[in-house]
């Protein structure tokens, strides 16, 4: 009778086989890690609280359905917002009109790039005093915003309504040094836009931006007595840095914020308060 030894007979098929499934195993995990990749690819998204983070909550819904996951990271103030992005805090931010943009760029000297527009939340000119501008009277104290870029918004919407002048060209970056004509002799006070809801009680009138009238509870659409249209220039736009324009994740990012889902949202929560720039 012979006697084999199986150890030393099998010994060289386990080997093998241990080898493949090793290998298996790796191709399994590669595979996985760039499923798992793909699957949790994330940005991260400032805005400020508000009605700007309520649109872009369903954007990111919208977003997540394709494939793209947003984290929203809410500001109080806009201070803030661009120096996040410049320092990678954050990724992408909509806070902002491309007038106001430029200014932060120009002082700060941030490498940003807009890309689509979102939303507008038009300039308002509001009152507990009064309802109509023929019953401004002389001498009236008025809150505008202190920011450079709304405050020139602030200042074109009197003068395209006949308040005051402003010195030619001045246009959209216009301080109360340009204004040229002022024939009511209204005294200006440059507000933080967080506060110029609150200032209602102790001036003649105010203008607000219409996201921080919201958060005042004020109507833009009811309470306005002087409003900007529709097809505003100042529409909401998305900024990146400029390094990171071309990144793919935007392109999902822009279109989930010019989808029918966001629009029917905006139309259907604010009733005119915001109006879908696209």
């Avoid at 246009?171 to 200006?188: C, E, Q, S, Y």
């Avoid at 909401?236 to 935007?250: A, C, I, Q, S, Y």
Wanted: some cysteine; charged content about 25%; overall charge positive.
């Amino acid at each position: 009778m012979r006697l084999v030894n199986i150890e030393k007979e099998e010994t060289p098929r386990m080997k093998r086989r241990i080898v493949i499934a090793a290998i298996a195993s790796v191709l399994t995990l590669a595979l996985a890690g760039c499923g798992d990749k793909t699957a949790e690819k994330e940005i991260k998204l400032g805005t400020l609280s508000g009605p700007h983070a309520e649109v872009a909550e369903v954007a990111a819904k919208v977003a997540k359905e394709k494939g793209l996951n947003v984290r929203i990271v809410e500001f109080s103030d806009y201070g803030h917002v661009n120096e996040a992005l410049a320092v990678k805090d954050i990724d992408v931010n909509a806070f902002q009109h491309v007038p106001f943009l430029e200014k932060a760029i120009s002082q700060r000297g941030y490498k940003f790039t807009p890309l689509g527009k979102t939303v507008v939340f038009p300039l308002g000119v509001y009152s507990l005093k009064i309802k109509d501008k023929s019953q401004i009277t002389d001498g009236m104290l008025v809150s505008v915003p202190a920011d450079p870029a709304n405050l020139g918004r602030a200042l074109q919407l009197l003068e395209r309504n006949g308040i005051i002048g402003l010195r030619p060209g001045a246009g959209v970056h216009a301080t109360t040094h340009d204004i040229k004509k002022n024939p009511k002799h209204l005294k200006f006070l440059e507000t933080d836009s967080a506060f110029l809801g609150r200032s209602l009680p102790d001036v003649g009138f105010s203008v607000i931006n219409g996201s921080w009238a919201v958060k005042s509870g004020l109507s833009p659409a009811k309470d306005a007595f002087l409003l900007e249209g529709g097809d505003s220039d100042f529409a909401n736009v998305l900024v990146v840095r400029t390094e990171d324009k071309d990144r793919p994740e935007f392109k999902v990012l822009q279109s989930a914020f010019q989808s029918p889902e966001v629009k029917a949202f905006v139309l259907d929560k604010f009733k005119g308060s915001v109006v879908p720039a696209f």
